[in-house]
């Protein structure tokens, strides 16, 4: 049962809608199904009294994380915020352990990475959809029309007046102004980190198959490619950007051996011309424009949390209030923060917080990339190469309170950490 809500969990996240019991309170199904996993998988190991847990070096980062973002609720300013973020990294991060017991058999893994693939095709079908929607009715009418009744559908009241008031969903592009595609997500930028960590798991599929299936799993892979470019996210470019470097890195003689010629003739042209004759150039190339407004604006804040973080370097600003700090005067929803992953952990709960935190990923790429290299698997190659476009992508967002990216990001966890060298070749 619990494999199978998993798979469901997986597939699913990012059609979840989003409720809002009290004003100002917006809480994603997600949230409730996240807990609910968590129940069954505990009552499963308690009446099996089998409890599988990851190794003790994965088990302390984890568990000292938490740690720190619990204790900096008692010098936050506002410690009604810091309850809310914390009580959400509490709510999430117990999927961890639930993903790491169920990954103990192989067949939980396939159905899960189908899952996850799954998801990512149907939402790349929504989002070109909506994308479509700017040549027929114009941008404005289906602008409003997004903002107004999806977007606080699946994201909530308080969550859907924030990204109206605060649109990222338009952006100006050689003096035109597109609809960037974001599908159920709340902004493009968490759609591309999704979309750009399925990405990978759509050439593993395409490598196992065979025939017919293969050149289905091949387009469905490059569909979700080419709908992550259409979010025009510098960041997730980037991020796509990291994978590819990941990707080369897994040695030229081993990528022979486990992936197709025709994958990298299928996926590295298209990569080069979605660059070089396409809308997307021009993005990618301003991200590193210092004449760009928001680049510098992007610089500003990573040399304003700097600061911060020299001042206490301990301690931080406490979990969601380093805001307060930057406008005294600022409310939760406002979107202020440092656009860097690492800088935003480490102002709020300290450099120890953030090197836990990054310590435990680091640890996943190391375990996925020696995986690839000694045992041959293309699943952990895989994985290797989907955290590091989340790494890449994290260098100029922040997912971490994400209900659509924090769970992926545990399942890649868990899908590393629960590796076993006697696993089948996949």
Not at 46 to 57: D, I, T
Not at 177 to 195: E, I, K, Q
Not at 351 to 379: H, N, P, Q
Request: with cysteine.
């Amino acid at each position: 049962m619990v494999n199978i809500l998993l798979a469901l969990y997986l597939s699913t996240l990012p059609f979840q809608f989003a409720l809002s019991p009290f004003e100002g309170v917006d809480l994603a199904l997600s949230r409730l199904f996240a807990l609910l996993l968590f129940l069954v998988f505990l009552a499963k190991s308690l009446r099996e009294k089998q409890f599988r847990l990851p190794k003790p070096l994965p088990l302390f980062l984890l568990t000292t994380f938490l740690f720190l973002v619990t204790l900096s609720v008692f010098w936050s300013e506002n410690r009604g915020w810091a309850l809310r973020k914390s009580t959400f990294l509490w709510n999430f991060l117990p999927l961890l352990f639930v993903f790491y017991a169920a990954l103990f058999r192989v067949s939980t893994r396939r159905l899960l990475i189908h899952s996850f693939f799954g998801g990512a095709v149907l939402v790349s079908f929504v989002g070109f959809f909506q994308f479509t929607l700017q040549f027929f009715w114009g941008i404005e009418k289906a602008f409003s029309f997004w903002v107004r009744y999806i977007t606080p559908l699946f994201s909530g009241a308080s969550f859907g007046d924030a990204v109206a008031n605060y649109p990222s969903l338009l952006v100006n592009i050689s003096g035109v102004t597109v609809m960037r595609l974001s599908a159920f997500f709340p902004d493009p930028h968490m759609c591309s980190f999704y979309l750009g960590m399925a990405v990978p798991f759509g050439l593993l599929l395409f490598c196992e198959k065979q025939g017919r299936k293969r050149f289905v799993y091949g387009a469905l892979a490059l569909f979700i490619f080419i709908a992550d470019l259409l979010t025009f996210s510098r960041g997730g470019y980037i991020g796509l950007v990291s994978g590819g470097i990941a990707f080369l890195f897994l040695q030229p003689n081993r990528i022979r051996k486990s992936f197709s010629p025709l994958l990298i003739g299928i996926f590295l042209p298209a990569l080069l011309i979605g660059i070089i004759l396409s809308p997307v150039g021009e993005r990618l190339w301003s991200s590193a424009s210092l004449k760009d407004g928001s680049n510098v604006e992007r610089l500003r804040l990573w040399q304003e949390a700097s600061v911060s973080i020299r001042e206490n370097p301990i301690l931080g600003t406490g979990i969601g209030n380093y805001s307060l700090s930057v406008k005294p005067t600022t409310t939760y929803r406002e979107p202020i923060y440092v656009h860097n992953l690492f800088l935003d952990i480490a102002v709020e709960i300290g450099v120890f917080g953030a090197l836990s935190f990054f310590a435990l990923l680091f640890l996943a790429l190391i375990r996925s990339y020696t995986a690839f290299m000694k045992a041959g698997s293309l699943e952990q190659g895989v994985v290797f190469v989907s955290l590091m476009i989340f790494l890449g992508h994290s260098l100029f967002e922040t997912p971490l309170f994400s209900v659509h990216i924090l769970p992926v990001l545990l399942f890649l966890l868990a899908l590393s950490l629960s590796y076993r060298s006697s696993f089948e070749k996949v």
